[in-house]
């Protein structure tokens, strides 16, 4: 299927490996052109390297996007070099802290910051290049632990207000012809990332949490978080907005880790 994307821009902030870079190259192979944002400069290098094969403009900016100052200037940096946007993707987050009894008020403060509040900066920053080219569309790769209970309290409430955040956004800008919906993946496993690492350091947890939790077996792939982003970016999803698409495979738990394990 053709998504209709090949004349789009779009930037994706946490872009240089995981579900941002999978997110980049599924929409540098359907023909966008990618702003890639992320932290590391040798990540960007290596992330623009295999997006740029697919023969699309790919530009990069490092910039922390917790400093709302420095993230409006890349978005409008990379706007001016791609001739505008029309698609954003935040993707980038993560935790600070864990449960509430192991963390202080900072910790909440700080994840709520890097996951809901710098998804509510891009769009703040990218809004008015959005309506300079007629309407677009935008999505947050949220979690399922937004919307079920699992440990890490700070990621989940956080990750609960960045759902909700798209939902309320998905009413405000739709006069303006933006859609807004959120993505949440369930467990993901790629080189690296969370997952990874338990897989690798205690495979025996990993094996019961997969055995156990996945009606098929096996955790998600970004390819496959990917695809269903790039659907919803597309005009193919005209009639979608408001939305929080779950990404799990049926999964059970949320996670592997358990209130008041060791």
């Known amino acids: 299927m053709d998504l209709g994307l090949s004349s789009c821009r779009a930037l994706v902030t946490g872009a240089s490996r995981g579900i941002g870079l999978g997110i980049a190259d599924a929409l540098a192979a359907e023909g966008a052109d990618v702003a890639l944002l992320a932290r590391g400069a040798e990540g960007l290098a290596a992330a623009a390297r295999q997006v740029g094969r697919h023969r699309g403009r790919v530009v990069t900016r490092k910039v922390d996007v917790t400093d709302h100052a420095a993230l409006a200037a890349a978005v ?3 706007a001016d070099e791609l001739g505008g946007l029309d698609r954003l993707v935040a993707n980038a987050g993560g935790t600070v802290g864990g449960n509430l009894l192991d963390s202080n008020p900072a910790d909440f403060t700080a994840t709520f910051e890097l996951n809901a509040g710098h998804a509510a900066a891009l769009v703040s920053a990218g809004y008015p290049h959005l309506v300079r080219a007629g309407g677009g569309a935008i999505v947050f790769v949220t979690s399922v632990t937004g919307s079920r209970v699992a440990p890490r ?3 989940a409430v956080a990750k609960a207000a960045e759902i909700h955040l798209a939902r309320v956004l998905a009413d405000e800008l739709a006069g303006d012809r933006i859609r807004v919906n959120a993505v949440s993946p369930g467990s993901i496993l790629f080189p690296g990332g969370g997952w990874d690492s338990l897989r690798l350091g205690d495979p025996e947890a990993f094996e019961q949490f997969e ?5 098929w077996g096996r955790l998600g792939t970004v390819e496959e978080v990917a695809d269903v982003v790039a659907f919803l970016l597309s005009e193919r999803a005209s009639w979608v907005t408001g939305s929080d698409v779950v990404v799990d495979g049926g999964q059970h738990r949320a ?6 394990a060791p």
């Open 255 to 260: 996670s592997a880790r358990r209130f008041g």
């Open 211 to 215: 055995s156990g939790e996945f009606p």
């Open 153 to 155: 309290t700070t990621y």
């Open 76 to 78: 409008d940096s990379v």
